[in-house]
């Protein structure tokens, strides 16, 4: 167990929905990230907050927003949800962010039918 | 644009012998590098990390090579088990990580 949380574990939604993920950081930890997998591809980098702050944007779509919140958990809004959406949504947690491993949760599979 | 890139997408060792998994990278500025491994329908879990200044980390049977004139990172296992057969994933950065796409490792007992 990494000490990362994140609901629900599976998402079953219709194309134009919108749905929100959410992660529970290590206790401790201060720095977020989330990271989108699709069919067995690599981890692509979404985005990083550190303490309530974005440090750092990837790729993420324009329809897609997250937010950490002053106890340090995090929301990922994926909006007008498409089939391509369909993926497994992996949150991380690091104590500082920088230079340090990140700790991963169990993911949430969202498929968009 | 990938900037931590694996090109092999599986192999396949013999239990007893060496596992080498490579990975290169494209950013410079990248000064930390870490190896995930990671089994189906679960989290990747960090193994091992080297930093910038290095060029070598050993912990137990993982080592982990980093060669930054070629940008270049491997992890090596010595000796591999089945229980080493997963997916493995290098991720490189500085203020934060990009992963690779993976490699699949089997190891045949």
């Known amino acids: 167990d990494s000490g990362v949380t994140q609901t629900p574990k599976h998402l079953i939604t219709a194309t134009g929905q919108r749905v929100t993920l959410r992660c529970s950081p290590r206790s401790g930890d201060l720095s977020v990230y989330w990271y989108q997998q699709s069919l067995d591809q690599g981890l692509q980098f979404l985005i990083q907050y550190y303490n309530g702050e974005e440090r750092a944007k990837g790729n993420i779509l324009e329809r897609f927003s997250a937010q950490q919140f002053p106890d340090l958990h995090s929301e990922l809004n994926l909006s007008s949800l498409e089939l391509g959406d369909s993926a497994l949504y992996f949150c991380?947690?690091?104590?500082?962010?920088?230079?340090?491993?990140?700790?991963f949760g169990q993911g949430t599979r969202l498929t968009v039918v | 644009d990938q900037q931590v890139k694996q090109n092999s997408p599986s192999l396949s060792v013999q239990e007893g012998r060496i596992s080498i998994l490579n990975c290169d990278y494209t950013n410079s500025m990248f000064d930390y590098f870490l190896w995930y491994k990671k089994y189906p329908a679960e989290g990747p879990t960090f193994l091992i990390s080297i930093s910038s200044i290095k060029d070598k980390n050993e912990d137990g049977r993982f080592t982990v090579f980093l060669n930054k004139s070629a940008k270049h990172l491997s992890l090596h296992i010595v000796p591999s088990q089945p229980g080493d057969s997963a997916v493995y994933f290098c991720a490189g950065g500085a203020n934060n990580l990009f992963f690779g796409t993976g490699t699949r490792l089997t190891v045949i007992p």
């Open positions: 991380a947690s690091s104590e500082t962010g920088v230079r340090t491993e990140a700790f």
